[in-house]
């Protein structure tokens, strides 16, 4: 039981370039999160997804794009890179769905990615 | 909105010392409290959890209780240890939506030494 799993751990892009970041988790949960993090800023939520099929946007999503491939996979693509970016990034997810009293639920979060954009 | 407010670090504290760490909120409803720990290179964990007024979370030693009407959810601990040296994120989640979506504070260092 890996628990959240994210790929790659480190990354450096230069200004306009794209990438994906890729979780996954091996829970059977049915949200599933990204944030990202900055120093002095605690952790910001970029976009979220409820449960499979589903998406929203969070606090910070300018600049991002979300897919939930299926009930396991939430991935994060930078379409064109800016130094703002540069942060790190954390997948995690939680066993709630869409029913009322899911905010008691705990969330657990995989290991980041830094990521650096020159 | 949400927001929540802890304590700026570093602490730094020597071995056996007590610990708290202060943390307060604003919310439009009755949230759940979290905190959260995050070890040098790691991603973050959860510690305790609070789930309605007047509830004591407790894991490891620490503890915190979740105090309506002060909006506070302070962590403490009697005796602290160099391997609690991490960065201690307080955090709410509010009702309402389909999905907890955390609201976290900035953050508090703890160094822990000899």
């Known amino acids: 039981n890996a628990g959240v799993t994210q790929t790659p751990k480190f990354q450096v892009l230069k200004t306009g370039q794209s990438m994906t970041l890729q979780c996954a988790q091996d829970?059977?949960?049915?949200?599933m999160y990204w944030y990202r993090q900055d120093p002095g800023m605690g952790l910001r939520l970029i976009y979220y997804?409820?449960?499979?099929?589903?998406?929203d946007k969070g606090e910070v999503p300018n600049g991002y794009n979300v897919s939930r491939l299926n009930k396991r996979e939430f991935s994060l693509r930078l379409e064109s890179a800016a130094p703002s970016q540069t942060s790190v990034y954390f997948c995690a997810s939680s066993e709630e769905g869409p029913w009322f009293g899911s905010y008691t639920d705990t969330q657990y979060f995989g290991p980041g990615t830094r990521l650096t954009v020159l | 909105g949400d927001s929540v407010t802890q304590m700026e670090g570093p602490v730094t504290l020597s071995e056996e010392a007590f610990l708290t760490i202060n943390c307060t909120y604003t919310?439009?409803?009755?949230?759940?409290l979290f905190w959260y720990v995050q070890y040098p290179g790691e991603g973050l964990q959860l510690l305790l959890k609070?789930?309605?007024?007047?509830d004591k979370g407790s894991n490891k030693g620490f503890e915190a209780t979740y105090r309506k009407e002060t909006t506070s959810f302070h962590l403490e601990k009697g005796s602290v240890q160099v391997s609690d040296s991490a960065v201690y994120f307080c955090?709410?989640?509010?009702?309402?939506?389909?999905?907890?979506?955390?609201?976290f504070g900035t953050g508090t260092r703890l160094q822990v030494t000899l």
């Open positions: 609070a789930t309605k007024a007047d």
């Open positions: 955090a709410l989640s509010d009702q309402g939506g389909t999905a907890s979506k955390l609201t």
């Open positions: 919310a439009t409803g009755y949230p759940s």
């Open positions: 829970m059977n949960h049915n949200s």
């Open positions: 997804s409820a449960s499979e099929g589903t998406t």
